[in-house]
């Protein structure tokens, strides 16, 4: 509008009007960015202007040598307020290297991880040992809660799927041995099976999932939150008071809970074979008795502990890493349950190497 | 001292008849509140009396019980998402402990609302605006790259300020800005919020316990005490009234202190 009272130069004029706000930054920076230089903006026209207006103008100026006329005093404060604010900003943290960094950094990490496992491990067994000297250090009420949340509350999921996991086996293995007319050793499959390995496995990988992965996430709420820094200044420590009370649920709950998943895996299992390959309850029961060695029910029970152990170790170890924001919270849990199943397939098969060497086939 | 604004004065965001209630507990009863364009309005109020349910209530993010909301001339109760969405657009809000995107760098979290509101402005201008974005609200060059985990607490403040800023707000809400800083941090934040308002043409409704930022900022300040704001006003003129709250509030020691510095 005010463009007529310009002196008649060479310079392109651009002049906008009405508001000059953050609305329409889009059309303001493909106008500015048409016009060839030397540009003059002419603001006599602006009735309204925020700082992303100014910032434009302010750019303009700046990178193209742009002339500014008819700036009142309100837009003229404004844009020099956006002009000492002026100080290149970097958005992203600087990029760490390629492949090879990102591998390496990966591989540092994990070492990092395993040796401060081991570390924790050795935590974890003074406080055992400090215990074991001074029992009344132990927190008999956190152990008796744990385990609650641990054992009791797990009974139902676990006997669920254990009993689906039986009818599984039964119904997968009757269909291959038919094929040989060998139906009848479906018996030993499903007690076999169940009993040596897929009682505790299964067992344990739901554990990881519902209380290693709680494990984690408590822990590392408590160090967000700085509980966990608060009980060190009280001198307690977090060890004994946060740790040793679930490991020991853990370590104590765990064969009781793979008896149970070994129970019921039979029980659908019995239920498959009564129903389909009409065997009566009695004589699979009788036929388990003397199918299934003594020994068996021992391998299962005896890695069941040491599953649990692992699974708590690992739960709280990355529980305790946590550090800083709560995504971290989230990472760890994850964390913790992708590593104690891993760790405890690995001992499953360490155990099965091992058990078989021994004889107990 | 009216609560009220008088006919004729258009209020940026006005309270009425506000009714709060938990189960049984009730927290406002029959609030009313009136916040004049262009003011810093200060809250305050013992703890439990609902300062934050008040500016929650206000801000859309607790429904209250009963009673009327206007913010920028639009009712806040009872409308719809697409409505809102105008309004939300028009304020900042920065919460008691920034409330950052932790897994977004601090540029990143002011370029949020712009990137939501305004999605056809691209990169290089988006950055150059979280640029002086942050240089405004007074945080060092290199902290747009960090992460909200690597800065201290009145780092985080200013960071969560500068994405209040984002939108060229009109309004502005502060939940205990100066809780946790350091007295000079403090006041750097107070002379902050105050060039922000002669700059930006921005209202402030700024709840605090801060007795220093009262008096140093405020050109008015509501007091909540018995399920209602009580009084609006100058400090000058609070004292006057016998209430004993505010007597206790503004007369005791610290209230002596920092009337006198």
């Not at chain 1, 395993?114 to 074991?132: E, K, R, T, W």
């Not at chain 1, 966990?228 to 040793?244: C, F, H, K, N, W």
């Not at chain 2, 609006?232 to 209430?243: A, F, G, K």
Request: glycine share 10%; with cysteine.
């Amino acid at each position: 509008m005010a463009s007529t009272a310009l002196p008649p130069d060479s310079h392109n004029v651009f002049a906008p009007t009405g508001s000059l706000t953050i609305g329409r930054a889009g059309s303001t920076q493909r106008e500015l960015e048409a016009l060839p230089d030397p540009i003059m903006i002419d603001l006599s026209g602006v009735e309204r202007m925020d700082t992303v207006g100014a910032w434009l103008i302010h750019r303009t100026v700046r990178d193209r040598g742009a002339r500014v006329v008819g700036a009142g005093p309100d837009t003229e404060n404004l844009l020099r307020q956006v002009a000492e604010a002026d100080h290149p900003t970097e958005v992203l943290p600087p990029p760490k290297g390629g492949a090879v960094a990102e591998l390496g950094t990966w591989v540092v990490d994990a070492g990092r991880t395993m040796v401060g496992l081991l570390g924790f491990f050795g935590a974890v067994l003074v406080a055992f040992g400090a215990i074991i000297r001074r029992p009344r250090r132990l927190r008999g009420n956190a152990v008796v809660q744990r385990f609650d949340v641990v054992g009791v509350r797990a009974l139902g999921i676990i006997g669920l799927m254990s009993f689906l996991i039986g009818i599984v086996i039964g119904q997968q293995g009757a269909v291959q041995l038919q094929q040989f007319g060998a139906e009848v050793y479906t018996i030993n499959l499903i007690g076999r099976i169940t009993v040596r390995e897929l009682g505790p496995l299964m067992t344990a990988i739901m554990v990881a999932g519902r209380s290693g992965s709680a494990f984690a996430a408590q822990i590392g709420t408590m160090k967000i939150t700085e509980e966990v820094d608060a009980m060190r200044t009280i001198g307690v420590s977090p060890v004994e008071a946060l740790v040793v009370p679930r490991i020991i649920a853990a370590v104590l709950m765990m064969p009781l809970l793979a008896f149970w998943s070994m129970l019921m895996a039979i029980l659908g299992g019995g239920l498959f074979c009564w129903v389909s390959l009409e065997i009566p309850p009695l004589t699979f029961v009788q036929r388990i008795a003397e199918v299934v060695p003594a020994t068996d029910l021992w391998v299962g029970l005896i890695k069941a502990p040491v599953f649990g152990f692992i699974i708590a170790l690992a739960g709280c170890f990355q529980g305790m890493l946590v550090a800083n924001d709560a995504e971290q919270v989230g990472l760890k849990t994850t964390a913790a349950v992708v590593q104690s199943i891993f760790l405890v397939i690995v001992l499953d098969a360490v155990f099965a190497v091992f058990f078989s060497s021994i004889g107990w086939i | 001292m009216s609560i009220v604004l008088p006919e004729g004065e258009t209020p940026i965001i006005s309270v009425r008849g506000l009714e709060n209630r938990f189960g049984d507990q009730i927290v406002h009863q029959d609030l009313d509140l009136d916040v004049r364009r262009g003011e810093i309005l200060g809250v305050v109020g013992g703890s439990g009396t609902g300062k934050s349910v008040l500016m929650r209530s206000i801000i859309g993010l607790q429904t209250p019980t009963a009673g009327d909301i206007q913010v920028l001339g639009e009712n806040m109760v009872g409308r719809t998402e697409d409505e809102a969405k105008n309004i939300r657009r028009r304020w900042g809000i920065l919460f008691q402990n920034g409330a950052l995107f932790s897994t977004l760098t601090v540029a990143e979290n002011v370029e949020v609302p712009i990137r939501e509101y305004f999605p056809f402005i691209k990169p290089p201008l988006l950055h150059e605006i979280a640029g002086y974005k942050i240089a405004m609200s007074g945080l060092p060059e290199n902290a747009g790259s960090k992460y909200p985990a690597e800065l201290s607490g009145g780092m985080r403040k200013r960071a969560g300020l500068a994405r209040a800023l984002a939108l060229d707000p009109e309004l502005l809400f502060l939940d205990e800005p100066t809780a946790g800083l350091d007295p000079i941090g403090a006041q750097a934040f107070d002379q902050l919020t105050l060039n922000l308002r002669e700059r930006l043409d921005l209202t402030v409704f700024l709840i605090t316990h801060d007795l220093d930022t009262l008096y140093a900022i405020c050109d008015r300040v509501a007091v909540l005490a018995d399920r209602k704001v009580i009084a609006v006003d100058t400090i000058d003129r609070l004292l006057q009234l016998d209430h004993p709250w505010i007597q206790e509030y503004f007369n005791g020691p610290r209230g002596r202190a920092a009337a006198a510095a």
